[in-house]
């Protein structure tokens, strides 16, 4: 019942962590790094159909509310937010591409986990990246949602399995890091311009 109760709350706060994004998005106050949404779209669905294959249950709530909210930011991004051509972002999409071919030669789930875990991190860094240069583009509040839906994620895993447990850990350590980037740009004076 605590399993179950755990992975439900886990896809809430997920899904609630998109409401204040997009809702700062549309005031133009979020500016989403394009390329880091191209890549967590994909990657998230990648990623619930690979835990489900290793036979996750409750915690797939999180990691599917994820990869729902993840298309539809990516959509906005194409229209309100920033980045995509910078070289960071090439740099990245051409890890992502290695880390595509990596997946598609392997046919085994937690392998494949593990890679998408990587590429994901990829979008993380870019994320980071633009929240310390400019860390008025992005939405606190969501973010601290996001970490606390992964921190129940783990929690509906049930048992101490490393590989159900990897991608909920991780998006509680992604969080954490952009968190972290926008303290430290704050701290630090970053200016609140951005470029498109």
């Keep these: 019942m605590i399993i179950q109760l755990a992975g439900y709350l ?15 998005i549309l005031r133009g106050v979020t500016k989403p790094e394009r390329t880091s949404w191209f890549i967590w779209s994909i990657l998230g669905f990648t990623s619930f159909f690979s835990q489900l294959a ?12 994820q990869a729902a909210g993840d298309l539809v930011i990516f959509f906005l991004a194409i229209k309100y937010g920033l980045g995509g051509f910078k070289k960071r972002d090439i740099f990245g999409l051409i890890g992502v591409a290695f880390g ?13 986990l593990f890679i998408v875990i990587f590429i994901d991190g990829v979008g993380a860094l870019l994320t980071a990246l ?12 969501s973010w601290v949602l996001t970490f606390i839906g992964g ?3 783990s929690f509906a895993v049930g048992s101490f399995n490393f590989i159900l447990l990897a991608f909920p850990l991780y998006i509680s350590l992604a969080s954490a890091s952009i968190l ?13 311009a951005f470029v498109s």
Aim: aromatic share 12%; net charge positive; glycine share 8%.
């Design 54 to 65: 290793k036979g996750a249950s409750y915690s797939l709530g999180m990691t599917g509310a």
């Design 180 to 192: 972290f980037a926008i303290w430290l740009g704050s701290r630090h004076g970053k200016k609140s």
């Design 151 to 153: 921190v129940f994620a």
């Design 100 to 112: 595509i071919v990596l997946w598609i030669l392997t046919h085994e789930a937690s392998i494949a």
């Design 10 to 24: 886990s896809g809430i706060a997920i899904l609630l962590s998109f409401v204040p994004y997009i809702r700062d």
């Design 130 to 141: 633009k929240a310390y240069e400019h860390p008025t583009t992005e939405t606190v509040s």
